[in-house]
């Protein structure tokens, strides 16, 4: 399986945006996908994470009440939906795959499939 990331761009604050994941050469049927951001000069975070099969998510508190994740199955396709963006939210988001147990959906190093960053600048 490989994932890429699109959707990221300049926007205001108070404004959204919303993240694609497409994945390519295999199914996602066993997999989680998450979402983790960086901002500059900082670690690597969790952001969301859906299951591919029964669609539970995970959020951030950081993110939660403003951002939803979602699938899309027969385009293969995970959504990141970003509303009321803040500055804070300035980063290169980046998807993510793995078929770790859901305890430890939130470690990005039990993450093995990884896409490309789409950068996200939010303008105050």
């Known amino acids: 399986v490989q994932l890429q990331a699109s959707g990221g761009g300049l926007v205001q604050a108070g404004g959204c945006l919303r993240l694609?994941?497409?994945?390519?050469?295999?199914?996602?049927?066993?997999?989680?996908v998450g979402w983790f951001r960086q901002a500059p000069g900082k670690e690597r975070e969790f952001v969301s994470v859906?299951?591919?099969?029964?669609?539970?998510?995970r959020y951030a508190d950081s993110v939660k009440g403003r951002v939803t994740i979602s699938k899309d199955t027969a385009k293969n396709t995970v959504f990141l939906q970003m509303n009321s963006l803040k500055s804070d939210d300035t980063a290169v988001y980046f998807c993510?795959?793995?078929?770790?147990?859901?305890?430890?959906?939130?470690?990005?190093?039990?993450?093995?499939?990884w896409g490309q960053g789409t950068l996200v600048t939010v303008s105050s």
């Open positions: 993510a795959a793995t078929r770790i147990v859901w305890s430890e959906i939130e470690n990005q190093y039990r993450y093995d499939i």
């Open positions: 694609s994941c497409v994945a390519s050469e295999g199914s996602l049927n066993s997999y989680k």
């Open positions: 859906i299951r591919w099969s029964g669609g539970t998510t």
